[in-house]
């Protein structure tokens, strides 16, 4: 049989997707891909896997803490279905994360 003939693809837009190194990510966009990766993972038969990881992500400052800590709630009321798995993670993981102290005398941690 014959084949049709090759059409080539068409030449890429200016604001087309292109896949960025890590190494040109800030540290908020690396954290919030890193963080995002383990949340699509995460189901009630891997929960144990993906809060390890999560523990070793390196959070240095309370507005990181903040970032991871709005991302697992988002995604916690998108997937209502795992809430569950999601409260078992952030026991979990405020066990194991640095408590950073509050912005005034007397704030809370």
């Known amino acids: 049989s014959r084949e049709a003939p090759a059409i080539?693809?068409?030449?890429?837009?200016?604001?087309?997707?292109?896949?960025?190194?890590?190494?040109?990510?800030?540290?908020?966009?690396?954290?919030?891909?890193?963080?995002?990766?383990?949340?699509?993972?995460?189901?009630?038969?891997?929960?144990?896997?993906?809060?390890?990881?999560?523990?070793?992500?390196?959070?240095?400052?309370?507005?990181?803490?903040?970032?991871v800590t709005n991302l697992i709630c988002k995604n916690a009321l998108e997937a209502r279905h795992y809430s569950a798995t999601y409260a078992g993670m952030i026991v979990t993981l405020h066990e194991k994360y640095p408590e950073f102290p509050g912005e005034n005398e007397g704030d809370k941690p």
């Open 8 to 67: 080539p693809l068409p030449k890429a837009s200016e604001n087309a997707w292109k896949r960025v190194q890590t190494e040109e990510l800030s540290r908020e966009a690396k954290l919030e891909r890193d963080v995002r990766a383990l949340l699509n993972k995460i189901a009630p038969e891997n929960l144990n896997k993906v809060v390890r990881q999560m523990a070793d992500i390196d959070i240095q400052s309370k507005d990181e803490m903040v970032q």
